[in-house]
């Protein structure tokens, strides 16, 4: 069969060859005495908390099941319109806010109302792999412009600047980021939209980790920059829902009747009883829940960063958001893949390796994730000073 040719733009996820190799160690007699540590995992260890659980269950029990608007619950746009100005001070009206299925639903949308083919996307090396599939499968080029730890691993304004050319149709940035938990400092945030408003281009934000903030200085809502921007959230990591897949977009006031006519063609709207279950997540027993396990998050954050690097695993810039650590390996192995591998099968550690978050230094970088519980952490940290 002829598959279209944009599917061999898409990459495919080279690190899942490490997640299946260490999902088979895990299962041979090697591991029996060691059981397989998962540092790999890009989602939270928590499930929704009980008032969505059951929220979820009334829905189904009473039968509201039907399709919703293609912009989602009115009633959830409105508690997600009350959340951010209540979490983040910042005014965003629930009519410019379109629910979608996960954030990679919502990229989609984005991409595909604001990308031309041909058109090019800057955002930063190392970046969400997907990302840059969002672009090529909307017909885009990514270009991934190295972003080291002086930068934060994020683009700054005079990168954003020397990049521009009359291609380039805007930027797509993730703050907090994944795969290194840092963020974009809100000055140079407020320098990066005025570069790219001067040149009549697009900001999208991923804040997919925003809600997973640890330091209020870098906790603040691009959507504070003005109402030109479009941002991308999710309820599946600091809400705790990956599977339900619910996410949503903040979009210009111009952009909605756009985003809506694309939502209601290719998905018509996003799952239903996810909806009404997220209606729970802000109840004030949800929120102290979500709250409670940010600081956890945090703390393991504190234990699992300095252990690194006093371990020579340096973390060049400490995450101040997600449950990600972005760690420098080059003293032990010349490449983050191959060394992933030999720490799988000495110390039964999965751990992600660079290679798959972009080309520019990824080989020195492996991510490792703590969205895992505490003793498993100790514990690893203990096999990773065996072996170093
Ligand atoms: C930066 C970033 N954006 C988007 C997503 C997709 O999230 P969702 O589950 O909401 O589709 C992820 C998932 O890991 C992510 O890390």
Not at 4 to 24: D, G, H, L, N, Q
Not at 75 to 97: K, N
Not at 134 to 144: H, I, N, Y
Not at 317 to 325: C, H, T
């Amino acid at each position: 069969m002829k598959f279209a040719s944009r599917t061999a733009r898409i990459e495919p996820f080279y690190v899942m060859e490490c997640a299946k190799a260490a999902a088979e160690l895990a299962r041979s007699p090697a591991c029996r005495n060691e059981p397989m540590i998962y540092l790999n995992i890009g989602e939270p260890d928590f499930t929704a908390p009980p008032l969505v659980r059951e929220a979820a269950e009334r829905c189904l029990r009473d039968g509201r099941t039907q399709y919703t608007d293609a912009l989602g619950l009115l009633p959830l746009r409105e508690r997600i319109s009350a959340w951010y100005a209540q979490r983040f001070g910042v005014d965003v009206p629930a009519r410019r806010i379109v629910l979608t299925a996960g954030a990679s639903g919502a990229l989609q949308l984005a991409c595909l109302a604001l990308v031309e083919p041909g058109d090019e996307i800057l955002m930063p090396d190392p970046s969400y792999p997907c990302n840059r599939h969002f672009v090529s499968a909307a017909e885009g080029r990514a270009v991934m412009l190295p972003s080291g730890p002086e930068q934060r691993f994020q683009l700054s304004a005079t990168a954003v600047a020397q990049a521009w050319t009359e291609r380039t149709r805007g930027v797509l940035l993730a703050s907090p980021s994944n795969p290194t938990g840092t963020s974009i400092a809100p000055d140079e945030m407020k320098r990066i939209v005025e570069q790219v408003r001067a040149r009549g281009g697009a900001t999208i934000v991923d804040e997919i980790y925003l809600g997973l903030s640890y330091d209020e200085a870098f906790g603040v809502s691009a959507l504070t920059q003005g109402d030109d921007i479009v941002t991308i959230n999710s309820f599946s990591k600091y809400f705790n829902m990956t599977g339900w897949r619910l996410g949503w977009m903040v979009v210009p006031e111009s952009m909605v009747a756009v985003v809506e006519k694309l939502a209601q063609n290719l998905y018509i709207c996003p799952s239903t009883v996810a909806q009404h279950a997220a209606l729970a997540c802000f109840e004030r027993e949800s929120l102290a829940e979500y709250e409670r396990r940010r600081a956890e998050f945090r703390a393991r954050r504190d234990f699992l960063v300095p252990a690194l690097n006093r371990l020579g695993l340096t973390v060049p810039v400490m995450p101040d958001g997600a449950f990600y650590a972005w760690a420098d390996c080059s003293t032990f192995a010349p490449d983050s893949w191959d060394y992933a591998f030999d720490l799988m099968r000495r110390a039964h550690l999965a751990i992600t390796p660079g290679r798959d978050f972009g080309q520019a230094d990824t080989k020195r970088y492996l991510r490792l994730s703590y969205a895992t519980a505490l003793p498993q952490l100790e514990e690893a940290v203990t096999r990773l000073r065996r072996c170093l």
